[in-house]
């Protein structure tokens, strides 16, 4: 919507973890020369940590893209509960058929198929993302897998991303082999306050169309996106896609410390409402009459004295149609508990020798039954006359 107002060829902050909107910043370019030297050194087992939006993904999806020919890549980013789960799952992203072999006979297969790949002088990646979430037992398992190596190099490299929690969970006694098998480990860093306006240029230079100045966010909004987001990219690029919308519906060419304070403040909600308006306005769509907003604290003292005095609290499907039904005397559940006490009150009857000699029972229960079916019927019917 925004895109045309301000010269971008699409959205340039979307939260998807798209490589090749990757800002290398100093610590990413140090996380990724961590992947490189694994690869070209098959060191075997490396970490990657940092906090939730980062950019650990996009960072690996940029490595994927860039991988040599020679190398294929398992990548998991999706949460495992077994170890046999974990093996079917590399054997799918490596293309290696399986039915229903037992998880000792995967491991088998696995190790045939890795010899074969360095046999045949390519090397195999396995990428878990997201490894926080795997469990302990889960997490032992996998370093059965790293001990898959011929006598002098590994023929799986193993990379793992998470939160700092994963860290902590290679720090616990009972993972301490797990942890002698990680040869190397990097934690990944926000933007500082230059990296953020450097990442919001970057970004707005790979959407931009040509002879488009990209430089639509002042040195004051800057300050205050990088005060309010810490630099963590994700953050960044929700603030600054409410940012754009913002300055859009405003029509402000460049956004300023203002535009972001009013992003803080409205939410983004808000502004989306603002675009469809504009949208309708620019289209000469006429815009339904609503009434002004109203605070959630103030609702009783706003509304109007007639509509208090005559307020009817019903059924909203009900009052789209401007009808209100009658109040209801009896319902279903009261209808069948009554035939329930009947059912009950002939029972003990009947257990004191004292059952109606004229009535029998069965005719009874035909009775009652009869009369709830009739009532549920009329009350249905009832129900559809009035909607």
């Known amino acids: 919507m925004y895109q045309e107002f301000y010269g971008l060829r699409e959205k340039p902050f979307t939260l998807s973890p798209d490589p090749r909107y990757l800002y290398e910043s100093m610590s990413h370019q140090e996380a990724m020369s961590q992947f490189v030297y694994s690869v070209n050194e098959k060191a075997g087992f490396i970490v990657i940590t940092g906090e939730v ?24 980013n999706h949460k495992l509960f077994s170890t046999k789960g974990l093996i079917q799952s590399i054997f799918s992203q490596f293309g290696i058929p399986f039915s229903r072999e037992t998880t000792s006979e995967l491991l088998i297969k696995l190790h045939q198929f890795l010899k074969k790949q360095h046999d045949n002088g390519k ?23 790293s001990n898959i190596e011929a006598i002098n190099e590994k023929y799986l490299n193993i990379f793992m ?12 006694y009972d993972l301490r082999q797990l942890k002698d098998r990680v040869t190397q480990q990097y934690h990944l860093r926000p933007l500082n306050r230059e990296e953020t306006k450097a990442y919001l240029s970057h970004r707005l230079q790979i959407a931009a169309l040509e002879n488009t ?4 966010f002042t040195d004051e909004a800057i300050d205050e996106i990088y005060r309010y987001t810490n630099g963590i990219p994700r953050k960044i690029n929700i603030i600054a896609e409410k940012a754009l919308l913002t300055g859009y519906v405003t029509d402000k060419r460049r956004i300023d410390a203002s535009v972001i304070g009013q ?17 309708q306005f620019a289209a000469a769509i006429p815009l339904p009459a609503e ?14 004295e007639s509509i208090r005095n005559n307020a009817v609290h019903t059924d909203p499907l009900l009052m789209q149609n401007n009808r209100v ?17 009947v059912l009950h009150r002939i029972e003990k009857l009947e257990s004191r020798g004292q059952s109606p000699q004229k009535f029998g029972r069965r005719y009874i229960l035909v009775i ?20």
Request: include cysteine; hydrophobic fraction near 40%.
């Open 213 to 216: 100045d990209p430089e639509i």
């Open 123 to 145: 090397q195999s990646v396995l990428i878990l993302d997201e490894a926080q979430s795997l469990s302990r037992n889960l997490l032992e398992d996998i370093r059965i897998l």
């Open 53 to 76: 939006g980062t950019g650990k993904t996009t960072l690996i999806n940029k490595f994927i893209a860039s991988i040599p020919r020679n190398c294929d890549v398992a990548s998991i």
């Open 263 to 279: 992003v803080r403040q409205d939410g983004v909600y808000k502004n989306n409402k603002q675009v469809v308006e504009k949208a």
């Open 325 to 341: 039904p009658e109040q209801e005397t009896v319902s279903y559940s009261e209808l069948f508990d009554l035939c329930k006490q």
């Open 291 to 304: 009434p002004p907003p109203i605070e959630a604290d103030n609702v009783i003292a706003a509304e109007p």
């Open 368 to 387: 009652a039954l009869s009369i709830f079916s009739l009532a549920f019927f009329a009350h249905l019917l009832a129900l559809i006359l009035v909607r």
């Open 161 to 172: 991303l998470g939160q700092p929690e994963l860290q902590t969970k290679l720090d616990s």
